[in-house]
């Protein structure tokens, strides 16, 4: 009973739980927590060195990462904390709206693997790996054959689809309304050595872009963040030339209403129709709107 008190001190802590639950479903290496749990890596370290000091967590060696799992002690049956595994399963099993939300990071951290170690399907379901082979790669190789065009990216985040876009582009205005958030995408930037990006600070229905000035808007995940998604669109057909072309990538429709309160989400996604009406009601013709990717059992889809 020494280490009792110890040990319950050590789950009163709610990101420790929401760790050890994390690596229940998933090895993950640090950058992969970091990413699921929305907090800093020194944090993800700090709390894991805990769990692992108590027999909780332990590494793994997989290829060239160092993965954290669930200590094999705490899922045997007849291992020193399977009574404790049991408690904590019943307990960290109930759904709630920080669950879904790390339930859909590590979903996007799955994604992210299987695309940079690609699996392909042949015959009767055969897997085959495929070293090498990137989502990544083929999107900066087929960039290659545009245009180099003038190209808007509206509510840019961080910068990692500018920076792409960026690539092939003659050169790319970045807007976004957080000022820090722009800081970061700049230094990226800076040290990826691309330099034909112009960083400004703007809201979507009021981006500091000037009239026909670009020939490419992108909105990119960002539309279901605006009050106002017509104003928004109506905005991208200010700036556009014409023949330019607008492309919206954004979730369909979903019931995942933790996205509001967890990460600012003003609309849950939005259907063919609704969509298709809202682009052609700012202005724009010849309106295509397909689904971007689909996963089994992902809520949030493209």
């Known amino acids: 009973m020494s280490d009792a008190p110890a040990l319950l001190r050590l789950l009163g802590d709610e990101t420790r739980l929401r760790l050890i639950r994390v690596l229940g479903l998933e090895p993950l290496n640090v950058s992969e927590l970091t990413a699921v749990l929305g907090v800093a890596q020194s944090g993800v370290s700090r709390h894991l060195g805990l769990l692992k000091d108590a027999g909780l967590v332990e590494e793994q060696k997989a290829g060239t990462f160092i993965v954290h799992r669930l200590h094999s002690d705490v899922r045997a049956p007849g291992g020193r904390h399977a009574g404790l595994w049991a408690w904590l399963q019943a307990e960290l099993g109930r759904r709630t709206a920080e669950t879904k939300a790390d339930d859909a990071r590590l979903a996007e951290v799955r994604r992210l693997r299987k695309e940079s170690f690609a699996e392909h399907r042949t015959g009767e379901e ?34 990692y689809l500018t920076i792409e876009a960026a690539r092939w582009a003659k050169r790319v205005i970045a807007v976004d309304h957080s000022k820090d958030v722009l800081a970061r995408a700049r230094a990226l930037a800076a040290r990826r050595k691309i330099r034909n990006i112009t960083w400004k600070v703007g809201d979507l229905d009021h981006a500091p872009v000037p009239n026909a000035s670009v020939d490419v808007v992108l909105l990119s995940q960002a539309l279901h963040h605006a009050e106002d998604p017509g104003a928004v669109l109506s905005e991208a057909r200010r700036m556009l030339r014409p023949g330019g072309r607008l492309v919206v990538l954004d979730l369909r429709r979903h019931d995942e209403a933790w996205v509001r309160a967890t990460l600012g989400d003003r609309w849950l996604g939005f259907d063919d129709d609704e969509l298709r009406t809202l682009i052609a009601g700012a202005g724009f013709d010849d309106v295509l709107v397909r689904v971007g990717a689909r996963r089994s059992g992902d809520p949030l889809r493209c």
């Open 126 to 159: 055969r897997r085959q790996l495929v070293p090498g082979r990137s989502w990544a790669a083929w999107s900066r190789a087929l960039g290659l054959l545009l245009p180099a065009v003038e190209v808007a990216d509206l509510g840019c985040g961080e910068g």
